[in-house]
C-alpha cells in the first residue's frame, strides 16, 4: 500500500509555502477532479469521527501515557464536534494540499481541519480516521507520534480497520504501538 502523509504545518509564516495557482489552471484542476466528496459529505465524515471517539471513550482501556479514563478522548470528542470542515480548492491562496498531503490542522489553535481533495476522493470510513488525525492535533499539539497514536487507538476501537498508514508510522513506530494494544486487548 502506498504510504500516505498527512502532513502538520506549523503555524508560522517562515512555514507558509504559498503556491498561486492560475485561476485557468484551478478550473482545469478541478475540471479534471473525479466526483469527490462535498462539504456534506465531509461533514459525514465528521460525524462518523465523533461516532468512532465516542465508541473509544466507552470501551477504550488502553491509556498509552495518556491521562487515564480516557479524558484526553473526551477532549478530542468536544473539539471535534466543533470543528469546521473546510475543504482546500486549487485556487485558494494559502495552500499546503499537494501530492503527499490528504489534510491538515493547526496544532492547540483553531477549529478547523482542511482537506485536501485528494482525502475527499477517499471512502468516508478513510476520510473519517483522516478527520481523526488532524483533530488530534487540537489536543496534542505538533506531535505526530501523539497524534498518530490517539488516531490508532480509536480505530483499534472502532468496527472499521486501519485503512491507511500516514507518513509517520515508521518514525514514530506505531507497529510495535499497535502489536502492544492488541495484545493488551485480548488479554482483557
Ligand atoms: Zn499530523
Known amino acids: 500500500m502506498r504510504i500516505l502523509l498527512i502532513f502538520f504545518l506549523l503555524l508560522s509564516s517562515q512555514s507558509f509555502a504559498v503556491d498561486f495557482v492560475s485561476e485557468k489552471k484551478a478550473l482545469k484542476l478541478l475540471q479534471d477532479a473525479p466526483k469527490t466528496l462535498d462539504l456534506q459529505g465531509a461533514r459525514e465524515a465528521q460525524a ?20 487515564a479514563d480516557n479524558a484526553i478522548f473526551k477532549r ?17 491562496k494559502l495552500r ?12 492547540h489553535i483553531g477549529n478547523n481541519v482542511y482537506l485536501c481533495l485528494r482525502a475527499l476522493k477517499q471512502p468516508i470510513e478513510i476520510v473519517a480516521q483522516i478527520i481523526i488525525h488532524e483533530s488530534a492535533h487540537f489536543v496534542v499539539g505538533t506531535n505526530e507520534c501523539r497524534a498518530t497514536n490517539l488516531e490508532v487507538l480509536a480505530m483499534m476501537n472502532s468496527d472499521l480497520p486501519y485503512a491507511i498508514k500516514n507518513g509517520y508510522w515508521d ?4 507497529l510495535r504501538f499497535q502489536q502492544r494494544v492488541s495484545r493488551y486487548m485480548s488479554e482483557k
Open 48 to 67: 462518523l469521527a465523533l461516532d468512532i471517539l465516542k465508541k473509544t471513550i466507552e470501551q477504550n482501556t488502553w491509556s498509552a501515557g495518556f491521562i
Open 76 to 92: 478530542l470528542h468536544s473539539r471535534l464536534a466543533k470543528a469546521n470542515m473546510i475543504i482546500e480548492l486549487p485556487h485558494d
Open 96 to 107: 499546503f494540499c499537494d501530492e503527499n498531503t490528504m489534510a491538515y490542522a493547526f496544532g
Open 171 to 174: 518514525r514514530c513506530k506505531i
